[in-house]
């Protein structure tokens, strides 16, 4: 009886993880842009005139898709209030179940 419901606990945690590798994968393809974006950067600082065409284009985009940034922003946030709330019960009904035995 143990065993099943640590694997109940454990296919939860799979269940809500799974949503939450994806938001992972996200950020960290954003990380990736920045990362070379910031290459691209070091060498167009030298032109001031790539620096404020750079700083239009990214404002005008930055404005077209706010609500999608603002979304995408509210979404991963949500998931990681969820994930982290999840991961606590799941550590409390370990925790019950061990004093139990």
Request: without cysteine.
């Amino acid at each position: 009886m143990g065993s099943k419901s640590i694997k109940q606990v454990h296919d939860a945690a799979k269940q809500s993880g799974d949503s939450m590798t994806k938001e992972i994968f996200k950020g960290s393809v954003a990380s990736a842009v920045v990362y070379s974006g910031s290459k691209v950067m070091s060498v167009a600082v030298k032109h001031p005139a790539v620096v404020f065409g750079l700083g239009l284009v990214s404002g005008f985009l930055i404005h077209k898709y706010r609500k999608d940034i603002i979304a995408s922003t509210t979404k991963v946030v949500d998931a990681g209030k969820d994930f982290v709330l999840q991961q606590k019960e799941n550590l409390e009904d370990l925790v019950a179940e061990t004093k139990e035995n």
